[in-house]
T-cell receptor, first 114, second 114 residues
């Protein structure tokens, strides 16, 4: 158990809908990262938050947004869902933002868009 | 920009045989390198990491990796495979500069044959 929790574990929804994925980092970790894992794209970085502020964006679509709250949990919002958004979404956390710091991954949320 | 190449998307070994999973990286700055393992329906777990110092890094579950700058490689090895080692393995590089996210390879699925 990494100490990172993600809810829900599974999510099945229809095209055009909006969903929210939730992540709670390890106790004391200020950084939260979101990654998408799909068969065709592999593991792709989406976005990074540190202590409530957005620090970096990766291959994140405009239909997707995220935020980190004062209690440090984070939410990833996916809207106008398409079939291609079906994937495993991981949250990871680290203590701060220093180089070489390992990231601890949650169990993921499996999103299926029908 | 950083990148990672994992040679061989599928590797099969017999139980008790040597495990060798290959990883080559590209980075314009001294890299930080990681190996993660993903068991079915689970998140990623850190096996080992290289930051600075000793180039031979020992990790959990008997795995080790050697950083070879001249070859831009960070191959993962284990002297004797166990059935429980069957999983997908990801090599990652980063963070670097202002970017703190990890860049992952495409993964290698390890099968251990009885």
């Amino acid at each position: 158990d990494s100490g990172v929790t993600q809810t829900p574990k599974h999510l099945i929804t229809a095209t055009g809908q909006r969903v929210t994925l939730r992540c709670s980092p390890r106790s004391g970790d200020l950084s939260v990262y979101w990654y998408q894992q799909s068969l065709d794209q592999g593991l792709q970085f989406l976005i990074h938050y540190y202590n409530g502020e957005e620090r970096a964006k990766g291959n994140i679509l405009e239909r997707f947004s995220a935020q980190q709250f004062p209690d440090l949990h984070s939410e990833l919002n996916l809207s106008s869902l398409e079939l291609g958004d079906s994937a495993l979404y991981f949250c990871a956390s680290s203590v701060a933002t220093g180089q070489g710091q390992e990231q601890f991954f949650g169990p993921g949320t499996r999103l299926t868009v029908l | 920009a950083q990148s990672v190449t994992q040679l061989g998307s599928h590797v099969s070994v017999s139980e008790g045989a040597l495990v060798l999973l290959r990883c080559n990286y590209s980075s314009s700055v001294p890299p930080y390198l990681f190996w993660y393992v993903q068991y079915p329906n689970q998140g990623l777990q850190l096996l080992l990491k290289y930051t600075t110092g000793a180039t031979l890094v020992k990790g959990i579950n008997g795995f080790e990796a050697e950083f070879k700058k001249s070859e831009t490689s960070f191959h993962l090895t284990k002297p004797s495979a166990h059935m429980s080692d069957a999983a997908e393995y990801f090599c990652a590089v980063g963070p670097s500069g202002s970017a703190r996210q990890l860049t992952f390879g495409s993964g290698t699925q390890l099968t251990v044959l009885p």
